[in-house]
């Protein structure tokens, strides 16, 4: 398979070009507004100019409808408004006011207008590749004619992102077209700086699919060019990447012309421009009188001048939506004072089945995907055999066919992927092994899917679950195979975080979170994926997120954790207990939303308490539950409420360390003994 440069068609009907000028003219309009307005000081937000590039959208525009999807970067104002968002929600939006189409919280570098099939926008060079091969993987599962484009810079085709979304693409042969805008220059350097690459379409021949390069400035070959990839593409030929060659006249961000071009440079390129080169085209070609150009171009200026205006007169957006958003129901935003009762689960009646973990989680799974189709599961190794590196989806694939996905060895890919099919409503469920791997996909997570409901002010939202296991206290897997990652992930607002102790509590909390609406994340302790089984409830079982359960009473101190360290906590409760010393066992089973209504009662109760986790303790989860408790219940304790978690080291390979540095039963109980002195 050889890389394409596609010639010059001139076949296009005098319609079709005249409408592609009129989005030309559109765009460009908007680009002097927001330059004559940033100049001016009538109004100030960061901009990153498209100039030059605006026939490649426009050329686009007439082949793709609202029900296409499109992905695209922060400079992508020219796209947005060729894809039809709303150019008065567009300025409200990059101006933050209320009335912008994300209520002013994405504004210009994170436009999200589903209505105009505007799915994302993305200020991480590179990272919308993944979430775009979800959209299309939704339009594939579901059988729609839909395509999906993610635009990029040239700069981005050095980011990992991009190589792992390519390849996932060519792999399941997604409806997707990766169009790289090659502006010549990635932010402020020039193509041989950072690259000894003839070309990027190689990179598609690499990885088995076809790679073309077109003229972005030329209009009638872009459109004609792209015409024949789209209907390609919409036909299920599998991806295509599209090297749009153009120029970009301005500066990486800011206002005027590039000072990255000689003044020689620069004229050559004016000269190229599409903008004008097209209006002389239309001209010359007598497809449109000076006077039919002048109306479009006249409209085009209305059409911006009343956008800006209107947006001006918008409020900006107050301190009362600083909250909302961050979660489909605000009062999970854990804040100061929050005391909020959640309904624990009712007492399970109907049929059991003896499970261990590893088994509870495949159920979950199965009865999830026979509730609602729209469920499916990607990962690694998933696929039969071997059913998981875990054993959690044994005979799946089989059973369910494509809704089992086993992917490469790629977790920017596997997280992207649940992020932009959950965008357009399915319920992904991601496996990425070890949580030692989220760092891989930390981008992905945190400035993708927690914030993707916020950025776009509520228009979308991702409601996908993230499954990981935590290797610690096994021995024998070492540094990078041991953490307990979840306080980076507390850190970042918009996730939902579980840490089940049971099988039934893995499968309860599991359900939960696959019909959440909220991205979630549940961590699945290695100690007990074999080890622990019990009876689980058989069929739809579901445990509410943010409900923290007692599992020994006690009088005389409170033992706070969660995960594989419950066990650990009551076997310590059991030598306490030895000595007259009466301990609590609060079970957190939810890391967030966070139960501070149980954690302070029980703590009220005995006066005493304890948090501990198999992470480590600096700056961990038990810091930020001991704070509150300490400032909540000041005048009630007996002692200041402290934390115990793992030393401040990697976790070592050798076992003598290893369980010298996390929390086990002995030491917990040492630990607990300290706070009565």
């Not at 010393?581 to 139960?595: Q, W």
Request: hydrophobic share 40%; proline share 5%.
């Amino acid at each position: 398979m050889r890389a394409e440069t596609m010639s010059n068609n001139t076949n296009i009907a005098n319609d079709t070009l005249r409408e592609i000028y009129r989005q030309m003219s559109r765009i460009h309009e908007v680009d002097k507004g927001i330059q004559a307005g940033l100049s001016s000081g009538k109004f100030q937000f960061t901009y990153w100019p498209m100039t030059g590039q605006e026939g490649i959208p426009a050329s686009i525009a007439p082949l793709i409808t609202n029900d296409d999807h499109m992905v695209t970067i922060y400079r992508g104002i020219h796209d947005q408004v060729a894809k039809g968002v709303p150019l008065k929600g567009l300025f409200a939006e990059a101006l933050g006011r209320i009335d912008g189409v994300n209520k002013g919280k994405g504004g210009s570098p994170h436009i999200s207008d589903p209505s105009s099939g505007s799915m994302l926008t993305t200020a991480i060079v590179g990272a919308g590749a993944p979430i775009a091969n979800g959209l299309a993987l939704a339009s594939k599962m579901r059988g729609t004619k839909a395509v999906t484009i993610v635009n990029f810079g040239d700069g981005a085709t050095s980011i990992g992102a991009i190589h792992e979304a390519m390849n996932l693409a060519g792999v399941w042969k997604l409806p997707v077209i990766f169009l790289c805008q090659n502006n010549l220059i990635g932010e402020y350097t020039p193509i041989p700086e950072y690259t000894a690459s003839a070309n990027f379409t190689d990179r598609a021949e690499a990885l088995g699919f076809r790679g073309v390069k077109l003229n972005g400035n030329d209009p009638v070959e872009f459109h004609n060019g792209m015409k024949s990839i789209i209907d390609d593409v919409r036909d299920g030929k599998g991806p295509v990447f599209v090297e749009a060659m153009t120029l970009r006249l301005g500066p990486h961000a800011g206002v005027g012309w590039s000072h990255l071009l000689n003044k020689e440079e620069l004229v050559t390129a004016k000269a190229d421009w599409p903008v004008p080169a097209t209006r002389a085209k239309l001209l010359a070609e007598g497809i449109c009188t000076e006077e039919e150009l002048a109306e479009i171009d006249s409209a085009a200026k209305a059409e911006v001048k009343e956008a800006i205006e209107w947006a001006m007169k918008s409020e900006v957006s107050g301190e009362d939506e600083m909250l909302l958003d961050v979660y489909g129901d605000a009062s999970v935003v854990p804040h100061r004072g929050q005391r909020e009762k959640r309904a624990a689960e009712a007492p399970h009646t109907g049929e059991t089945r003896e499970m261990a973990m590893f088994e509870a989680v495949q159920d979950a799974l199965d009865m999830s995907m026979q509730l609602d189709d729209q469920v499916f599961c990607l990962g690694e190794d998933i696929g039969d055999d071997p059913g998981g590196v875990f054993k959690c989806f044994q005979g799946m694939q089989t059973k369910w066919g494509e809704r089992i996905r086993p992917t490469p060895i790629a977790e920017q890919a596997i997280i992207g992927a649940a992020t932009g099919a959950a965008l357009v409503g399915m319920r992904p469920v991601a496996e990425i092994m070890f949580c030692d791997f989220v760092g891989v996909c930390m981008d992905q997570i945190t400035n993708h899917a927690a914030k993707q409901r916020y950025m776009s002010g509520g228009t979308t939202h991702v409601p996908m679950t993230v499954r990981m296991i935590a290797g610690g206290g096994i021995g024998g897997f070492g540094a990078q195979h041991s953490q307990s990652t979840e306080a980076m992930l507390l850190h970042n607002p918009g996730l939902k975080i579980v840490y089940p102790s049971t099988p039934s509590e893995a499968k309860g909390l599991l359900m939960s979170c696959i019909f959440d609406e909220d991205p979630c994340i549940q961590f699945e302790s290695m100690m007990l994926t074999y080890t622990t089984r019990e009876e689980v409830p058989v069929g739809d079982y579901r445990i509410p997120l943010g409900v923290a359960k007692v599992k020994r009473e006690g009088s005389d101190i409170t033992l706070i954790t969660y995960g594989w360290q419950v066990a650990q906590c009551l076997a310590a409760a059991e030598e306490l207990a030895k000595e007259g010393i009466s301990a609590e066992v609060l079970d957190l089973r939810t890391l967030l939303p966070l139960d501070y209504d149980r954690i302070l009662a029980s703590v009220e109760k005995t006066g005493r308490a304890l948090v501990v986790h198999a992470a480590t303790e600096f700056c961990g989860l038990g810091s930020e539950i001991a704070s509150t408790i300490n400032e909540e219940l000041f005048t009630k304790l007996k002692a200041p409420a402290s934390r115990f978690g793992a030393a401040y080291a990697p976790i070592a390979y050798s076992k003598i360390i290893e369980t010298a540095q996390i929390p086990h039963a002995g030491t917990i109980a040492a630990r607990a003994r300290e706070l009565f002195k």
